[in-house]
């Protein structure tokens, strides 16, 4: 019975393999924007030391919601 059920649970994993990458991807792409949001929030640093894409960025997203709000 092990040996039965510890081929079943290698076929799951199998096929779970495509799942786990993109998942796995995602919560990269989740743990950099978390990352720069605190960068971005940060009091520590003036505003004209972060990039200026990520200011443009920022500005883009405030500028939208603000619109979204008001509309």
Same mark, same amino acid.
């Given at each position: 019975?092990?040996? $039965?059920? #510890? ?6 994993? &199998? /096929? ?8 796995? =991807?995602?919560?990269?792409?989740? $743990?950099? #924007? ?6 971005? &929030? /940060? ?8 990039? =200026? ?19």
């Amino acid at each position: 019975r092990w040996r $039965r059920l #510890a081929e079943i649970n290698a076929t799951l994993s &199998r /096929s779970l393999d495509a799942e786990r990458t993109r998942l796995t =991807a995602q919560l990269a792409a989740h $743990r950099e #924007a978390l990352r720069r949001d605190e960068i971005l &929030r /940060s009091r520590e640093y003036s505003f004209c030391l972060f990039p =200026a894409a990520s200011l443009r960025e920022s500005m883009t997203r405030l500028q939208s919601a603000a619109r979204g709000e008001a509309g």
